[in-house]
């Protein structure tokens, strides 16, 4: 399960994700925390590509659709 589909269907947070977790869009973009962030591996280049299309991305962005 990603952080997009925890946050979507056990938290009932209204995530966008306008391409359902394909790393095609940049609309499930989540600020984490830096504790979190760090337990976290290097984003792929494709999820790097989208999140430079992000709005204010931080240090600490990522798509949460591929954050499992
Ligand atoms: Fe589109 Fe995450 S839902 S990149």
Redesign the pocket.
Known sequence: MTL?EAARDIAKIDVE????????????HMYLSEAHFKTLGDPSED?LD?LDLAPAPKPTSR????VQ
């Open positions: 997009m994700a306008a391409c359902d977790g394909t790393c095609a869009c940049s609309t499930c999820e989208m798509l949460s659709c591929q």
